[in-house]
């Protein structure tokens, strides 16, 4: 039994053996390895810091037209870009100064509608009698009513004439300044 027992041992000996031998191996080429890229490295650093850059020349001559003719493309396809961005914001300056040329247009109107309204009671004040029967005279209010109907308010039309609608409105005599 100690026979067997004692080459169990020696069999369990042998194979630790050689499991310890591979790993050492496997370590032992695992740091060569390293080393060996390790030096590639310092090598081609060194030796990239030492030589001076060198340009590779092509096979065939340099066409120098097509080169320059495609960096002026490049060129004017980048200039484009920053002339369409100008002509945005020149469009938005356009309309932003059409925005402020109503507003102006708006404050006259608001202006003159004050004024209309200072006028308006003295146009609208009753005209003196002139000893007329009573049915003649609400005959002449039913006309001068009718005839400030048919005139269109001074308002709309300078707000037409703004707007520009290319209709002319006939100007009355009791329009104009």
């Given at each position: 039994m100690n026979f067997i027992f004692g080459i169990i041992l020696l069999a369990?000996?042998?194979?630790?053996?050689?499991?310890?031998?591979?790993?050492?191996?496997?370590?032992?080429?695992?740091?060569?390895?390293?080393?060996?890229?390790?030096?590639?490295?310092?090598?081609?650093?060194?030796?990239?810091?030492?030589?001076?850059?060198?340009?590779?020349?092509?096979?065939?001559?340099?066409?120098?037209?097509?080169?320059?003719?495609?960096?002026?493309?490049?060129?004017?396809?980048?200039?484009?870009?920053?002339?369409?961005?100008a002509e945005r914001l020149e469009a938005q300056l356009q309309a932003k100064l059409k925005a402020i040329e109503i507003f102006e247009a708006d404050i006259q109107i608001a202006k003159l509608e004050r004024e209309l309204l200072k006028i308006k009671p003295v146009i609208d004040s009753p005209e003196p009698e002139m000893k007329k029967p009573r049915r003649s005279k609400k005959q002449s209010v039913a006309v001068t009513d009718a005839a400030t109907q048919k005139i269109p308010h001074q308002v709309s039309q300078l707000r037409a004439a703004l707007k520009g609608n290319g209709l002319s409105v006939p100007v009355s005599e009791s329009v104009r300044h």
């Open positions: 369990m000996f042998i194979l630790a053996l050689r499991v310890i031998w591979a790993t050492c191996l496997q370590v032992l080429i695992a740091l060569r390895q390293s080393k060996l890229a390790f030096q590639r490295y310092r090598a081609q650093r060194s030796t990239r810091n030492r030589l001076p850059v060198i340009m590779p020349r092509s096979r065939e001559d340099m066409n120098w037209l097509t080169i320059s003719d495609s960096v002026r493309q490049e060129i004017q396809t980048r200039n484009r870009g920053i002339n369409r961005e």
